[in-house]
């Protein structure tokens, strides 16, 4: 079965303090991964993907994901973390199938103090 | 990026009630949208796969004839939550993948936030 873990339901920092949220896959073949942000009461944002290429993927606000295939991970990262950052963050995988749908890890809530 | 307007963004409605959300691609055309929706604090759950010109693929244990999927054009796709129960309250989001940029994400709407009094 195809599926998306984050083992994480919270991840609390400081200001200024890099953040990393957790994500692993498990899909068969070469999965596209994503990172979505959510805010309250919102849809989903698109952060960034990974498709193929460099393992280190640069995506909006600051954030990059590093693609590790031999631990089947995607964890996202930031180097320095703003209280803005504070939201629900989703990875998801789509399996290489065209046109089929993401499916969604359970979320990570970040909560960035100052 | 490609926008997806989700309307309404909140709906109240009586037991017993339908209710319709419109999800429109707004400067792309989408053969595929997908419905999912999202109980509190929990992931998204995929509902259906919405295929313009033709039948909604449902996923398991979705009851087709309760949440009424309508792909009538490149543009537009509506769920219809028919004769809604308080259990069907939730957020119901939609979502498009733009036609020929097949680089996998989707484009999410808004929201709709239903609550079945």
């Known amino acids: 079965a195809q599926s998306v873990a984050q083992p994480e339901d919270q991840v609390k920092v400081a200001e200024g303090n890099p953040l990393t949220v957790k994500c692993t896959y498990s899909?068969?073949?070469?999965?596209?991964l994503f990172w979505y942000v959510q805010y309250p009461n919102r849809g989903l944002q698109f952060l960034l993907k990974?498709?193929?290429?460099?393992?280190l993927v640069k995506g909006s606000y600051g954030f990059e994901a590093e693609f590790n295939k031999s631990q089947t991970s995607f964890h996202l990262k930031k180097p320095s973390a703003l209280v803005s950052d504070s939201a629900l963050y989703f990875c998801?995988?789509?399996?290489?199938?065209?046109?089929?749908?993401?499916?969604f890890g359970k979320g990570t809530t970040l909560s960035v103090s100052s | 990026g490609a926008v997806v307007s989700q309307h309404p963004s909140r709906v109240i409605c009586k037991s017993g009630t339908s209710v319709k959300i419109e999800c429109r691609s707004l400067?792309?055309?989408?053969?595929?949208m997908f419905w999912y929706r999202q109980f509190p604090k929990q992931s998204l759950m995929l509902m259906a796969t919405?295929?313009?010109?033709?039948?909604?693929?449902?996923e398991q244990g979705v009851e087709k004839d309760k949440f009424l999927i309508n792909h009538a054009s490149l543009t537009l796709s509506t769920l219809t939550v028919t004769s809604a129960h308080p259990e069907d309250s939730s957020f119901y989001i939609c979502?498009?993948?733009?036609?020929?940029?097949?680089?996998?994400?989707?484009?999410f709407g808004e929201g709709s936030r239903l609550t079945v009094l």
């Open positions: 998801a995988v789509r399996p290489y199938q065209a046109g089929t749908a993401l499916i």
């Open positions: 899909v068969s073949g070469n999965p596209y």
């Open positions: 979502s498009a993948r733009a036609e020929g940029l097949d680089t996998g994400e989707l484009f």
């Open positions: 990974y498709i193929t290429g460099d393992n």
């Open positions: 919405s295929n313009e010109g033709s039948k909604a693929t449902y």
């Open positions: 400067d792309f055309q989408a053969t595929t």
